[in-house]
Nanobody, 123 residues
């Protein structure tokens, strides 16, 4: 499966952005999907994940109540709705996909990655 992330941009603190991950080649809903983020000099960080079929979602503690992961099976995309953004959310955001099963929050378990989209939150 090939993934392409989009939707990043510059937003003021308290604002919202919606990231999209478009899949091609395979049906994204058959995979576990995750969103990760990375800032310079830091390790890649798990943000949110959703199981194949969309039955279960998991969010990192720092984004709970603010970020929502979802799928649009008709469009073969994954989404990350980000509300109440904070400057510390500034990062390059990546979508990723893996076969079902196993830990969702380990980036090393994901063989398929999108190219990343920059999110910048100004204070």
């Amino acid at each position: 499966v090939q993934l392409q992330a989009s939707g990043g941009g510059l937003v003021q603190a308290g604002g919202s952005l919606r990231l999209s991950c478009a899949a091609s080649g395979r049906t994204l809903s058959t995979y576990t999907m995750g969103w990760f983020r990375q800032t310079p000099g830091k390790d890649r960080e798990f943000v949110a994940g959703i199981t194949s079929g969309g039955g279960t979602t998991y969010n990192q503690d720092s984004v709970k109540g603010r970020f929502t992961i979802s799928r649009d099976s008709a469009k073969n995309t994954g989404e990350l709705q980000m509300n109440s953004l904070k400057p510390e959310d500034t990062a390059v955001y990546y979508c990723a996909a893996k076969d079902p099963g196993g830990l969702m929050n380990r980036g090393s378990y994901y063989p398929y990655w999108g190219q990343g989209t920059q999110v910048t939150v100004s204070s």
